[in-house]
């Protein structure tokens, strides 16, 4: 089965450049999320999609993260303008259903995001 | 806000040796789960554990979820090589909205 899809693997900007990843999850996942995960720290949540609904974005920053999630399947995250401190690896993950408790989540490699 | 802490951050061992990797919370979660996560690749699931009190085995892998449901243990027996990496306890609350501990680094030397 193929795994969750991202790209790109790496990313260099400037401050205050934009700058958007992809991601594919597993055919048939009904949830997506994006996690931001600093180097040296666990991932931190930025947005749960349900089939193309949000169901919880209360981690975004809202001034310059975005994303979408476009008929359900794939999905970008875009930061406009990026700020140093969004130095990170973006994580992808899927998982089958609705968001159970205790249901697998399966990630993506992630985009390393160097912001100079 | 619901936060997990791990401990220690980081353990070096060698071969053979047996560790432990704490995740402790003051909230109640409804499921923990523990990852591994290797250099440039994303988290994998190794357990998910959902009553208090539980133990899961996986070959050298032992978890257990304490009894109020508020920490949770990995002990890895006669560690290897391969068991290097990132390992990060996840505590699932309503939606499965997962937080994340910090992660313990583990360095097992040959």
């Known amino acids: 089965e193929a795994g969750v899809a991202q790209s790109p693997r790496y990313k260099i900007i400037e401050k205050r450049q934009s700058v958007a990843f992809w991601c594919n999850p597993i055919?048939?996942?009904?949830?997506l999320y994006w996690y931001q995960q600093i180097l040296g720290q666990g991932p931190k949540l930025l947005i749960q999609?349900?089939?193309?609904?949000?169901?919880?974005d209360s981690q975004l920053p809202k001034d310059r993260f975005s994303a979408e999630r476009l008929k359900g399947v794939d999905s970008t995250l875009k930061i406009q303008p990026a700020k140093l401190e969004d130095s990170a690896v973006y994580l992808c993950?899927?998982?089958?259903?609705?968001?159970?408790?205790?249901?697998?989540?399966?990630f993506g490699s992630g985009t390393q995001l160097s912001v100079l | 806000t619901q936060l997990l802490e791990q401990s220690p951050q980081f353990l070096s061992i060698q071969e053979g040796e047996n560790l432990t990797v704490y995740c402790n919370s003051s909230?109640?979660?409804?499921?923990l789960q523990w990852y591994r996560q290797e250099p440039g690749e994303g988290p994998v699931l190794l357990v998910t554990?959902?009553?208090?009190?539980e133990v899961k085995k996986l070959k050298r892998l032992t978890f257990q979820f304490g009894d109020a449901r508020k920490d949770s243990s990995l002990h890895i027996t006669a560690a290897q090589p391969g068991d290097t990496g990132l390992y990060l306890c996840?505590?699932?609350?309503?939606?499965?909205?997962?937080?994340f501990g910090g992660g313990t680094r583990v360095l097992v030397k040959p």
């Open positions: 999609f349900q089939n193309n609904g949000v169901v919880d």
């Open positions: 055919s048939g996942h009904a949830t």
């Open positions: 909230s109640v979660f409804s499921s």
């Open positions: 996840a505590g699932g609350a309503a939606g499965n909205k997962l937080t």
């Open positions: 993950a899927s998982s089958l259903g609705w968001g159970s408790f205790g249901e697998k989540l399966f």
């Open positions: 554990v959902v009553t208090g009190g």
